[in-house]
């Protein structure tokens, strides 16, 4: 898959010309080593494995490693591009159709509802980066063929003192941590690191040779780091009681640390690895490299309310303001004859507060309380976190019933006036209610009425032809009469009703609007 560009350059005279192309290549990885002294302060080590997977070797290039995420892609400018004319057929004749213009927009807003029109989205993103541990035998690194490192020019020797074990053997007396960050270690940092835009740059200060399908290690950072070693927990991960033995590192260089594995060295001893996000100039971490078997943390959770402390109505809206209360407590113990840093990560959560007795946080990130205990050998410390979040209870005004108004006094919500208030609320609300019962009598009594004067029609329509029926058609015209004029005594009873009613409820609007108040208890 390759292609042949010619470049033409007119004119007369030698010129030099610079050509530079870019390729797909592995994403270089990150390897690091913090070596923690006796104090548990970090030594920060870091390398760069870069692949070379090409058909041809790498012989003194100028290498740069660069640590960002861009935007990239591929797109086939090479490939010719046509836009290709419609095909239009010759008319038969030269009669005109009545033109049809198709609409590009849909009277329907869900898409799923337009038929035969195909629709497409999607969302990418790509990050890569890796790490692992460097096992080096007969000259194999990472699975490759052979191990190439990087043509650099080393540190000094390393001048090591020895003395013979009881086997006679010779045993350095120099610890792996003292090796290691030495001055004269033999390991020297090869690149020099600086921002390009939003990137981060490793610019490699000598040229590299690496062959065709091998690797090559570059030292990239040796340098002390601000830190300590700590004991971390976090609820929610680490169910089993037991914390994590970590370091806290923070970024004091000036170089951005890609992210990938750690190695952690405390002393002569390994204990254990991690994985680092990267970091960024004056960015701080947690690394956690092992569970700390020396420490236990034990939780316990309570809720409550607290009474109400605040009441308060407007805008027809009887209002109890309270706060719900929620606590949990850490019972961190100490097994170990050594003090203890202990970090625990509380969730934070929005609308909750922590109460002015909970000790305040080292720390907060975008999800979580970051705690520092101080722990003393063979202690046991209990940290209380409270939290605080106001709610309220509201009720409608024009809706309070008297068993409401009942509570409000027994719990001393409101005071005398407001009482008086409210009960006059409540009169308003009983006139509204046994005139909308009238009403609704009234309505039922006109219907009985015309259910009877239809009996009577029914009756009169029977009794015709029959001897009796001159003087029962009297009867039932005279009850008739007396009916229509109780009808007409209805209406004019409902209407009054109905007005009073309506005045009423204006009256009622108008308290419930003006009823206002405010009272801290």
């Not at 003194?60 to 290709?84: D, E």
């Not at 209380?384 to 309070?400: F, H, K, M, N, V």
Request: charged share 30%; glycine share 6%.
């Amino acid at each position: 898959d390759s292609k042949t560009i010619t470049i033409t350059s007119d004119g007369d005279g030698a010129r030099e010309m610079i050509v530079s192309y870019t390729i797909a290549a592995p994403i270089w990885k990150t390897n690091y080593r913090v070596v923690l002294d006796a104090d548990g302060k970090p030594f920060f080590q870091g390398w760069a494995i870069v692949d070379n997977v090409s058909e041809e070797d790498w012989s003194n290039v100028q290498l740069s490693l660069v640590s960002g995420t861009p935007i990239s892609f591929i797109q086939p400018v090479q490939q010719p591009l046509y836009r290709h004319r419609p095909v239009v057929p010759i008319p038969s004749d030269l009669q005109l159709n009545p033109q049809r213009i198709e609409g590009t927009e849909f009277a329907t807003a869900s898409p799923d509802a337009i038929p035969n029109i195909g629709r497409g989205s999607g969302t990418g993103i790509g990050d890569g980066q890796g790490g692992g541990r460097v096992a080096v035998s007969g000259g194999v690194l990472s699975g490759r063929n052979s191990q190439q490192i990087a043509q650099l020019a080393p540190g000094a020797a390393q001048s090591t003192e020895f003395a013979r074990n009881a086997t006679g053997f010779a045993a350095s007396t120099t610890s792996v941590s003292n090796a290691i960050t030495s001055g004269d270690s033999g390991v020297e940092a090869a690149a020099q690191g600086e921002e390009v835009g939003e990137l981060f740059e490793y610019r490699i200060e000598q040229p590299v040779t690496v062959n065709r399908d091998r690797s090559a290690l570059i030292p990239i950072v040796q340098t002390k780091l601000e830190g300590e070693r700590v004991t971390f927990y976090n609820e929610a991960v680490n169910r089993n009681q037991r914390p994590m033995n970590s370091i806290r590192l923070k970024n004091i260089s000036k170089l951005t640390l890609e992210g990938g594995a750690v190695t952690v060295i405390d002393g002569d001893a390994y204990a254990g690895e991690a994985l680092m996000d990267r970091v960024k100039p004056n960015e701080q971490r947690f690394i956690a490299f092992a569970l700390d078997l020396g420490t236990v943390i034990t939780t316990k959770f309570k809720s409550d309310r607290e009474p109400v402390f605040l009441v308060k109505a407007a805008n027809g809206i009887f209002e109890t303001h309270y706060y719900q209360i929620e606590r949990k407590t850490y019972t961190i113990i100490n097994q170990t004859d050594k003090k203890r840093t202990v970090y625990i990560e509380h969730p934070y959560r929005e609308g909750w507060k922590l109460s002015d007795a909970t000790q305040k946080p080292a720390s907060r990130t975008l999800n979580h309380y970051r705690f520092r205990v101080e722990l003393e050998p063979r202690a046991t410390v209990e940290l209380p976190i409270t939290e605080t979040q106001a709610l309220q209870d509201s009720y409608q005004i024009s809706q309070i019933t008297r068993r409401d108004i009942e509570i409000f006094v027994s719990r001393k919500y409101i005071d005398d006036a407001t009482k008086a208030e409210l009960d006059k609320l409540l009169e308003l609300q009983a006139r509204i209610a046994g005139l909308q019962a009238k009403v609704e009598k009234l309505d039922e009594e006109a219907d009985a009425i015309e259910e009877d004067q239809k009996r009577l029609r029914e009756n009169i329509d029977k009794l015709k032809n029959t001897p009796e029926a001159k003087q029962l058609i009297t009867r039932y015209i005279s009850k008739a009469d007396s009916q229509e004029t109780r009808l007409e005594q209805i209406e004019k009873e409902k209407k009054a009703a109905e007005e009073e009613q309506g005045r009423l409820q204006i009256e009622l609007s108008k308290v419930v609007r003006e009823f206002k108040f405010d009272r801290k208890l």
